[in-house]
């Protein structure tokens, strides 16, 4: 599994905690910026990792901006994206275990650093539960195939 990382100006500063927490973990990662403070525009970065999730079924995506819900919007316009803003420890476990969440999104504005690499811990380290859950999602894959069909 390979940590697909994103984040705009506002989630930088975290992205660069869970950076050194994966790779104090040895976990594998690629960053896809943004790379500074420098103000940037959340949606290139959302869109982006999403893409990357949605074509390697093995990666994860964290994405990080002030609130969390830019990056949650945008990336869940990505077919096959499944990302859940996460503030809490309850719902990180959660969104992996019930909705098999793809991509975690995590808003800078909103936790500290302490609490988001324990989010991030928490959602790396929980498995989906299938069963009645896979149903739940098969449906909204069968609406997504509907509504995109005659996407171009």
């Known amino acids: 599994m390979v940590i697909v990382l994103g984040a705009d100006h506002g989630g930088f500063m975290l992205k660069e905690h869970i950076k050194k927490y994966l790779k104090a973990n040895d976990i594998p990662h690629r960053d896809f910026g943004t790379h500074s403070e420098a103000s940037t525009d959340y949606p290139d970065y959302a869109l982006k990792v999403a893409q990357v999730v949605a074509d390697d079924p093995d990666s994860i995506g964290i994405l990080c901006c002030g609130t969390g819900i830019g990056m949650s919007i945008a990336a869940n316009k990505v077919k096959g994206i499944r990302a859940a803003l996460c503030n809490d420890l309850f ?9 098999d969440a793809n991509i975690l999104c995590l808003g800078a504005r909103v936790i500290d650093t302490k609490l988001g690499l324990d989010i991030v811990e928490t959602f790396l380290n929980t498995e989906f539960e299938g069963g009645r859950h896979s149903k739940r999602l098969n449906i909204i894959r069968e609406f997504e195939k509907r509504s995109n069909k005659h996407d171009k």
């Open 91 to 99: 719902c990180a476990e959660m969104s992996r275990k019930h909705n």
